[in-house]
């Protein structure tokens, strides 16, 4: 009885297939919201360069992140590193590294961002994931 149970739960979680690195997308998608709202939160909406830069790759990042969620492609991960190396870059290319919220704000934000995406890399090359084949009945 148990073994049917337990082949019914495995059999539900690979058609709902669940990936080894769908929660470091979880992760990504909630720093990609939180870049997205640090204009506000932290109050550097005044410095447009700071403010835009952080809205549009907060959002872009948050797309990806659950695209990636949804149906994973590794090329969704190349976008969000190199998005992530632009958010690190961004205060000294944009010109508001005075800025001191923004600019710890993308350090910080991009550099997580660079080292989930290149996680998630490296959990796809994992062919011995439990989830990734079919369960064998």
């Not at 979680?13 to 997205?36: E, K, Q, S």
């Not at 990806?64 to 492609?73: N, P, Q, R, V, Y």
């Amino acid at each position: 009885m148990w073994e049917a149970t337990f082949l019914t739960l495995e059999v539900a979680m690979y058609h709902y297939h669940w990936r080894n690195g769908a929660a470091l997308d979880v992760a990504t998608l909630g720093i990609g919201v939180m870049l997205f709202i640090s204009p506000w939160a932290l109050r550097y909406t005044a410095n447009t360069a700071a403010s835009w830069n952080a809205w549009g790759l907060g959002l872009t990042i948050t797309l990806l992140a659950l695209a990636a969620i949804i149906a994973f492609e590794r090329w969704e991960e190349w976008i969000n590193l190199s998005l992530g190396i632009w958010v690190v870059l961004a205060p000294w290319v944009l010109g508001f590294s005075a800025v001191t919220a923004a600019m710890w704000t993308h350090l910080v934000l991009g550099a997580l961002v660079v080292a989930l995406a290149d996680d998630a890399q490296r959990w796809s090359d994992d062919s011995e994931g439990r989830f990734d084949r079919p369960p064998q009945v």
